[in-house]
């Protein structure tokens, strides 16, 4: 059993980084006494040792912490792995970003002795600032969509977001406890898939709605000239409304599912029950094709969660109708799930007042904090979460389940624009990075996306794949 003492102020979330670390990530038990340390860092003994984690972050002030004083400075110290004796293959790269803190007297970011390691890296404070989305809340730069851009971020300014840097702390963290306690064991993880859709557009003809399938039809026949699919179209369309079998290009949960379950996991499927925007599809979870694919996708043993519309960005009362909806649906049907979880239209999130909202509707879990415009580690982290509100200072039930990649952020031209094979290289990179700390690989691939040909279910079989 190991023993903490705080430093002073800021003991909620001293205490909450302190779990989500120790408890949460690597499996360790500890018990926090009630004096605190003696100055700016956390003292963590046992057996008669002693690890002390130097604080920059907690330090000062609580309203400073949602402040801009409370921005690291710029650019970012270094460390050295190999020269702080540290094994280099444990980080992602020759050298480790460090958010808060300042090499000690002698230039070390680690100083020893037999029984006292001290670490002048703000591994604490590091790890808050990116699993809270602390300087979202401070910064005031927001896209079209009311969406905190990645070019804002401190980790794609520092170059740091195709990394889990938070990852990287802990791995930082575990060696300077195994110098100290070497009999100390960790929780045990395997690498996994989380695969999800985002159900926009279910279906290409039902509910009948002229505007939203008449239209592709003629722009297969005007602007692609491509009048075999523009056929194909006007024909199942036609099909469709009069209830009878057809061919639908966006009906790809049965191929979902099956490369799902091929490779050994479960997919979340989000349904929309909402939305009156010109963002949004504003399908019913009444019709009959939905409820027959909700109990289809239950039956197979995978998820169903909540995708909800676009101007739920910031109305709690909405989102709690949205998601009474959808439950009204899981309950006609007969389907039980242990948890129900959500991911925000386009992305559309603000911390931490979407956590709180979805905390406040009764959801157990979101999966909107991934950037629309580039791939990579938005919270730092390639494992799921329980989150901390940084505005009323509590952790929450909530847990976060970090999305890494969005096929549209790779290929549509508004976002990254690559093409496969830059693609494959940045999905490589990704996944490489979650394989090395055995994190979840969660991707997004919306339904819709396989009706632009054969080479997209390719890319998909290939990035979902060992």
């Not at 690291?72 to 992602?92: I, K, M, Y």
């Not at 926009?200 to 005007?222: K, N």
Request: proline letters at 6%; one cysteine or more.
């Amino acid at each position: 059993m190991l023993t903490i003492k705080l430093a002073p102020g800021f003991v909620p979330e001293q205490r909450y980084i302190l779990s989500v670390l120790l408890e949460e990530f690597l499996g360790a038990c500890f018990a926090i006494e009630g004096a605190p340390s003696g100055g700016p860092f956390v003292s963590i003994s046992a057996e008669g040792k002693t690890l002390v984690l130097e604080q920059t972050l907690f330090c000062g002030s609580d309203a400073r912490l949602t402040s801009a004083d409370s921005l690291p400075s710029r650019p970012l110290p270094l460390l050295d792995p190999e020269r702080e004796g540290l094994n280099r293959d444990l980080f992602c790269d020759q050298v480790l970003p460090v958010i808060y803190g300042a090499p000690g007297p002698e230039g070390n970011w680690i100083t020893r002795s037999p029984d006292k390691i001290v670490v002048h890296a703000d591994i604490l404070g590091s790890s808050f600032f990116m699993l809270s989305r602390l300087e979202e809340n401070i910064k005031c730069d927001r896209d079209t969509h009311g969406r905190f851009p990645y070019t804002a971020s401190l980790a794609y300014q520092e170059g740091f977001l195709d990394r889990p840097i938070v990852n990287e702390y802990l791995e930082l963290l575990w060696s300077a406890m195994q110098l100290l306690w070497p009999n100390l064991e960790r929780k045990q993880r395997s690498f996994r898939l989380g695969l999800s859709h985002d159900l926009d557009r279910p279906f290409s003809y039902q509910p009948f709605q002229p505007a939203g399938w008449l239209r592709p039809v003629a722009g297969d026949l005007l602007k692609r000239h491509k009048p075999v699919r523009a056929l194909s179209g006007l024909i199942n369309g036609g099909l469709a409304v009069a209830g009878l079998p057809h061919e639908d290009p966006l009906d790809t949960f049965d191929w979902l599912m099956e490369k799902s379950e091929a490779a050994g996991t479960a997919s979340t499927f989000y349904f929309m029950a909402g939305g009156d925007t010109e963002y949004d599809t504003g399908y019913s979870l009444k019709g009959k094709r939905i409820r027959r694919l909700a109990r289809e996708i239950a039956d197979r043993g995978h998820e169903i969660g909540l995708h909800p519309s676009y101007s739920t960005l910031s109305d709690g009362a909405l989102l709690k109708t949205e998601a009474s909806a959808l439950e009204r649906l899981l309950d006609i049907e007969g389907i039980a799930q242990p948890r129900l979880g959500g991911r925000q239209h386009y992305l559309r999130w603000e911390a931490p007042l979407t956590w709180q909202i979805y905390e406040d509707a009764g959801l157990t879990d979101d999966s909107s904090v991934g950037y629309a415009g580039r791939a990579g580690f938005r919270c730092g982290v390639c494992y799921d979460y329980p989150v901390f509100n940084i505005l009323t200072r509590q952790q929450l039930e909530l847990v976060e389940r970090p999305l890494l990649i969005m096929e549209a952020t790779l290929f549509r031209e508004e976002y990254m624009n690559l093409d496969h094979e830059s693609a494959t290289g940045m999905v490589s990179r990704i996944k490489l990075n979650v394989e090395r700390y055995r994190g979840v690989f969660r991707l997004l691939w919306h339904n819709s996306w396989f009706a632009r040909g054969d080479c997209e279910r390719r890319f998909y079989e290939w990035a979902i794949s060992r």
